[in-house]
């Protein structure tokens, strides 16, 4: 992924295909919950490291 994609995804909100786990110190249940939602739909990206407004932990 480029810098500018990364960029271009966290200049908006969590959609359909971009979900943000604020995740610190170890992955929490939600993510393995929004790997198997989005196995099952369209596929996405679970970018970590992020709280829900996009602001970096």
């Known amino acids: 992924m ?3 994609k ?3 995804m966290l200049s ?3 959609k359909i295909t971009i ?3 604020e995740c610190v110190n170890q992955i929490h ?3 393995y919950e929004t790997v198997a939602a989005f196995s ?3 596929g996405g990206y ?3 490291g992020i709280k829900d407004g996009g ?3």
Do not use: L
Request: hydrophobic fraction near 25%.
């Open 2 to 4: 480029t810098h500018e």
């Open 29 to 31: 249940d939600s993510v």
């Open 19 to 21: 979900e943000y786990k």
């Open 40 to 42: 099952n739909r369209y």
């Open 6 to 8: 990364m960029q271009e």
């Open 55 to 57: 602001e970096f932990r």
């Open 46 to 48: 679970i970018i970590m």
């Open 12 to 14: 908006k909100d969590e």
